[in-house]
């Protein structure tokens, strides 16, 4: 006591003290940064921490590249294996909250950890055509072969074009998903109308090689291609 005064003191903001830090989060294992289409990777568990809860149990969740939630959320208590059959980013979502509530609260403070795996297609799309090499004389009709092509991404385009004798190059069709634009359409003005016969056929008016080339390719720039010599004389 001093002049009959204690020398204790109480602060006035005591009663606000608070734990406000959520918990650290601790994956236990590395995700790739970027993997391959179909691969299979391990969502590794985790662990959090926090200074007045000690250990806790983090829950994870993960979202397709559409957004799509494909792992509802769950204890990150284990490993798990997950497809990655999308292109795009995949988010890995941990969350943690420790135990620090106050009044009218249900959960304590909360830390959330993401992580993204980026999804690329490394495989060319698969491309169907029926065509061979040939030989011709000057006025046959071509008739262009049916193309079929599929990706593992789910869209996939195709182009068909001819390389004249003269090094000339036309485009003739080009089709995406099943939907073919024909560019040997009367109504098109870019190539003369005696070369164009139907919308998938056309006439040879010179003599030498042509080469047809069909190829097929995806978003990601994979592409197959054929090549096919109509030898005119």
């Given at each position: 006591?001093?002049?009959n005064q ?21 994956v ?8 391959p289409?179909g ?12 200074v007045?809860?000690?250990?806790l ?5 993960v ?70 090499d040939?030989?011709?004389?000057v ?5 262009l072969?049916?193309v ?31 939907n ?54």
């Amino acid at each position: 006591l001093l002049n009959n005064q204690s020398l204790g003191f109480r602060s006035e903001f005591e009663e606000d003290i608070r734990d406000v830090k959520g918990p650290e989060i601790v994956v236990l294992g590395d995700l790739p940064v970027r993997a391959p289409l179909g691969t299979e990777i391990t969502v590794y568990s985790a662990i959090a921490y926090d200074v007045l809860s000690q250990s806790l149990a983090p829950t994870v969740q993960v979202q397709s590249p559409a957004g799509k939630v494909v792992v509802a959320q769950k204890l990150a208590d284990r490993d798990f294996t997950l497809k990655l059959d999308e292109v795009g980013t995949y988010r890995i979502i941990y969350v943690a909250y420790d135990t620090a509530t106050t009044s009218g609260e249900t959960e304590g403070n909360r830390t959330r950890l993401g992580q993204i795996v980026t999804v690329y297609d490394s495989v060319a799309p698969t491309m169907q055509v029926e065509f061979s090499d040939m030989e011709k004389t000057v006025g046959d009709v071509i008739t262009l072969p049916t193309v079929s092509a599929t990706d593992d991404s789910k869209v996939a385009y195709y182009d068909v074009f001819l390389t004249l004798p003269t090094s000339e190059v036309r485009m003739l069709l080009h089709g995406e998903n099943g939907n073919e634009t024909s560019y040997l359409d009367e109504k098109d003005d870019n190539y003369p109308p005696s070369f164009k016969v139907s919308k998938n056929q056309f006439k040879l008016e010179m003599k030498g090689k042509y080469v047809l080339t069909i190829m097929a390719y995806d978003d990601n720039y994979n592409l197959v291609m054929k090549t096919f010599t109509i030898t005119v004389k």
